[in-house]
């Protein structure tokens, strides 16, 4: 990316972004206070949300839930219906933030276009993609049958979702909208334990699992809410609005294509909280049958506990030792039949790919990044938390935690994102400080922030390169494989205590 | 509210809980700071099979201590006993003093380690609970990998404090 191209993405927000997320601020001061007494600043958020979607087709249904709610009746189908619209509300703005950073990097992207079959249409939202359809409450409620309600797999093929776990999952959600994060306490915050632990045993629900288990072990370590100073409002919002999306039927991922040929690797993105870990890497996909070259991403995901931590993250990814391996040595992937998503997700299977030759991840920014084509995000997903577009950057300086790319600085400032460093992986502030080349992922919470994957440094007058997924394999660094070895493997004492412990 | 405060709650992916730090597990497998306690398993040392139920109440300070089986252990009388004392030592490794002391509401001054300021007498609580919150802690270690999108983790970066990414 240049420096003009930075200009471009940087160039103030875009028109209506700002004025769509106040609104969403007023619905989240309404959720921050509780929806059981809706004053007259909650009512008036309310109906201006249903106000800007009034010409969507979720128009009608959210006017009627905002009403609804503002005299009291708070039905878990108007709670979908304004989860559904404040979701439209963010996934405007993600769709106009992504726009305007594609364009200024000249990336094209293929348009939203569900196959035959594919759980979800997409439907137009004053021009734009809708990200929300709470329409589909409505849906889950008359397929509230036994027998359970239909979701997207994986691998792209429905599955049968017990109804009675997502049951669960609302209530407890409806709970919370109602008392409001200032009237969450202990007991509330723990009250969604078990539906979370009969989640995790359904791999269709995993994203609803590691979402509501999340966002509980915060309000666990917030409680009583009540006293605190300030509170994460957005944040919450978000995860209660796509956690009651999550709980109508199940997730929307679904239409997944076969897809063979050579995987190019960018970089590693890695997330996690308390009992989860997952490192989501980005490349670039050369399919077999020719074509232009595809961005994409695919992930593994493992549970973990809190005192799993660092390095060690990755041995609990351990069964996926061609993708870590290609990962730590730099090689690129062959792929055969994998299944790829419309979103541009490939679900990884480890005995479809094989490792190919070495593969250096600046080369591939440099040679294939430029030509490559986006994915379609899917409607649901779209929220600007999501934006993670790789770029490659050089010939930069840096000053006071942010990138200027201009030859002869005085340019435009990329703020780093520092605080997004994993502890599993070789990257510091420092070297991120003197590095002359970066991997990295565009994201926006705000404003615009540069997450590195990867840099290129001169330390003590020698080249030096470090990804995150550089230690995927185990630390290469020897003062940190001593002070693993000191603290010991805890991973294998904690499966040693569930050997013996768990099955008595 | 100041305008630094309105941008932090208007921000999608905020900290909320402060990263634990590392440590061995090897003897004290299991702490957590819930139910109103400092509480946790400890391994005994003479037993492979046998686990301590150790607990020191926020507020009043009262300790506990029994095995799995609520069989009390035979080291805790007037003053905390050693499997107490590496619970403690544990948690502020885990947490950190000053996070442990807020929840525990002790006053530690500069200087003082944890234990020499917990001054409860022992008290019966059941062991059942924690260990079975201990048991859904390891039955984590047994969910199956997923390979699905899960784009709600973006929600949920890695973070790593400054202090200790600089090695």
Known sequence: ?504 | MNADETAWERRSVVPVVPPVAPRKLAKVPFVELADGRLQGVVSSGSDIERVYVSSITAGTHALSCSTNNNRPCGALHGHACKHIRMLADEAVVQYGLDRVARYLRVEVPAGDSLMSCIHGQPERTPAAVVFSRFLRHLAYLEVADSTDPLAELHWFPSTAPYKEVAR
């Open chain 1, 1 to 504: 990316m240049l420096d003009v191209q930075l200009g471009e993405v940087l160039a103030g927000g875009p028109e209506g972004a700002d004025e769509a997320l106040d609104l969403v601020a007023g619905f989240d001061d309404a959720l921050t206070l509780g929806l059981a007494r809706v004053g007259e600043d909650a009512a008036a958020a309310l109906s201006a949300l249903a106000g800007a979607l009034a010409a969507s087709p979720i128009g009608d249904r959210v006017s009627e839930a905002a009403d609804k709610v503002a005299t009291g009746s708070i039905a878990g189908e108007h709670l979908a219906a304004l989860a559904g619209g404040r979701a439209a509300l963010c996934g405007a703005v993600h769709d106009a933030l992504l726009g305007r950073l594609d364009t200024a990097l000249g990336r094209p992207r293929t348009p939203w276009n569900p196959a035959p079959g594919a759980p979800r249409p997409d439907r137009p939202l004053g021009g734009q993609a809708a990200s929300g359809d709470p329409r589909d409450g409505q849906e889950a409620r008359s397929g509230d049958s036994p027998g359970g309600q239909e979701a997207g797999s994986g691998d792209g093929v429905p599955v049968q979702v017990p109804g009675h776990l997502l049951d669960g999952c609302r209530m407890w959600l409806r709970e919370l909208a109602i008392v409001g994060w200032r009237g969450v306490d202990h007991d509330l915050a723990g009250a969604a334990d078990q539906a979370i632990e009969a989640l995790l045993a359904v791999p269709e629900l995993r994203g609803l699992a590691v979402l509501l288990d999340g966002l509980a072990a915060e309000l666990r370590a917030s409680s009583p809410v009540a006293t605190m100073d300030r509170l994460p409002a957005r944040r919450w919002a978000d995860l209660w609005t796509r956690g009651l999306l999550l709980a109508q039927r199940g997730p929307w991922h679904g239409g997944a294509e076969p897809v063979s040929g050579r995987l190019l690797i960018l970089g590693a993105d890695v997330h996690e909280h308390a009992t989860v870990v997952r490192a989501q890497v980005h490349g670039v996909l050369e399919p077999t049958r020719g074509g232009q070259a595809r961005l994409v991403r695919t992930s593994v995901a493992a549970a973990k506990v809190d005192t799993i931590v660092g390095p060690a993250v990755w041995r609990l990814m351990g069964a996926h030792p061609v993708l870590l391996g290609a990962l730590a040595g730099h090689r690129s992937l062959e792929i055969t039949d994998m299944p790829l998503l419309p979103g541009g997700d490939l679900v990884w299977h480890d005995d479809r790919a094989a490792a190919g030759e070495p593969a250096d991840p600046f080369t591939t920014a440099r040679v294939a990044l430029p030509g490559v084509s986006a994915p379609a995000v899917p409607p649901l997903d779209r929220h600007p938390v999501r934006i993670a577009e790789p770029v490659l950057l050089e010939g930069y300086s840096v000053v006071d935690g942010s990138l200027d790319l201009s030859p002869a600085g005085g340019g435009h400032a990329l703020p780093l994102g520092l605080d997004r460093l994993p502890r599993g992986g070789p990257l510091t502030p420092e070297l991120v400080a003197a590095s002359s080349a970066c991997i990295g992922l565009m994201r926006w919470d705000g404003r615009w922030v540069l997450q590195p994957l990867a840099v290129q440094a001169t330390v003590k007058k020698k080249p030096v390169a470090a990804h995150n997924g550089d230690w995927a394999m185990g630390p290469t660094d020897p003062k940190v494989v001593k002070a693993e070895a000191k603290a010991g493997d805890v991973v294998a004492v904690l499966r040693e205590r569930a050997g013996r412990l768990l099955r008595k």
